[in-house]
């Protein structure tokens, strides 16, 4: 069971792509989104495409678990908020408690940042990328992944995102043989 995390970003009206890969690949997928991620996102396409309900809120906790459990995790986009929230262990949204306890499970994880060159150079994110990268996450980032735009322009980069590379990058960390 593979989680395809969308932040809140435009790069997310495209999360169905990184959904086609996973499927491709062999994964069952659940679309995991954040508050801000909803605002780019088509909710019922992405039900219809994973057969598994969208979810984007914790759960009451009289409510049964709707998703299986992850043996994977891709978040992409990942958002200087997302990533800064994530490093610092802050589990205020669904997408954030799933990456925080599933990389304290052991649970592989790839983040696939999409930010601008001026937000990319925040102190903050660039130590939260390196926390990430120590505690054994997959981080993808930078310009042999996708080269940094200048604020405002983003829009111009979302056709060059590379979501396949994620799911490679997945199967290469593990084995070739798929968790699910």
Same mark, same amino acid.
Not at 46 to 62: F, I, M, N
Not at 67 to 96: E, F, M, Q, Y
């Given at each position: #069971?593979? &989680?395809?995390i969308g932040?809140?970003?435009?790069?997310t009206?495209?999360?169905?792509?990184?959904?086609? =890969?996973?499927?491709r690949?062999?994964? @069952?997928?659940?679309?995991?989104?954040?508050?801000d991620?909803?605002k780019f996102?088509d909710e019922p396409? !992405?039900a219809?495409?994973?057969?598994?309900?969208v979810r984007?809120a914790?759960k009451?906790?009289a409510d049964?678990?709707? !998703?299986p459990?992850? @043996?994977?995790?891709?978040v992409?986009p990942?958002?200087?908020n997302t990533v800064?929230?994530? =490093?610092a262990g802050?589990t205020?949204?669904?997408?954030?408690?799933l !990456?925080v306890e599933?990389?304290?499970r052991g649970?592989?994880?790839v983040?696939m940042p999409?930010?601008?060159? =001026? #937000? =990319?150079?925040?102190?903050?994110?660039?130590?939260?990328l390196?926390?990430?990268?120590?505690?054994?996450?997959?981080?993808?980032f930078?310009?042999?992944v996708l080269?940094?735009?200048a604020p405002g322009?983003?829009e111009? &980069?979302?056709h060059?995102f590379?979501?396949?590379r994620?799911i490679d990058? !997945?199967?290469?960390?593990?084995g070739?043989e798929?968790?699910?």
């Amino acid at each position: #069971m593979l &989680y395809a995390i969308g932040c809140g970003s435009p790069l997310t009206r495209d999360l169905h792509r990184l959904i086609a =890969a996973g499927q491709r690949d062999g994964w @069952d997928v659940c679309a995991i989104l954040t508050p801000d991620g909803r605002k780019f996102a088509d909710e019922p396409a !992405l039900a219809r495409q994973t057969g598994h309900p969208v979810r984007w809120a914790y759960k009451d906790p009289a409510d049964p678990d709707v !998703l299986p459990t992850p @043996d994977a995790l891709v978040v992409a986009p990942a958002t200087v908020n997302t990533v800064n929230k994530w =490093a610092a262990g802050i589990t205020d949204t669904l997408a954030l408690g799933l !990456l925080v306890e599933s990389q304290g499970r052991g649970v592989p994880i790839v983040a696939m940042p999409f930010t601008n060159a =001026a #937000m =990319a150079t925040h102190p903050a994110f660039q130590e939260g990328l390196r926390r990430l990268r120590d505690w054994n996450v997959t981080v993808l980032f930078g310009e042999d992944v996708l080269p940094l735009h200048a604020p405002g322009t983003g829009e111009r &980069y979302i056709h060059l995102f590379p979501w396949d590379r994620a799911i490679d990058v !997945l199967r290469t960390r593990l084995g070739g043989e798929l968790a699910n």
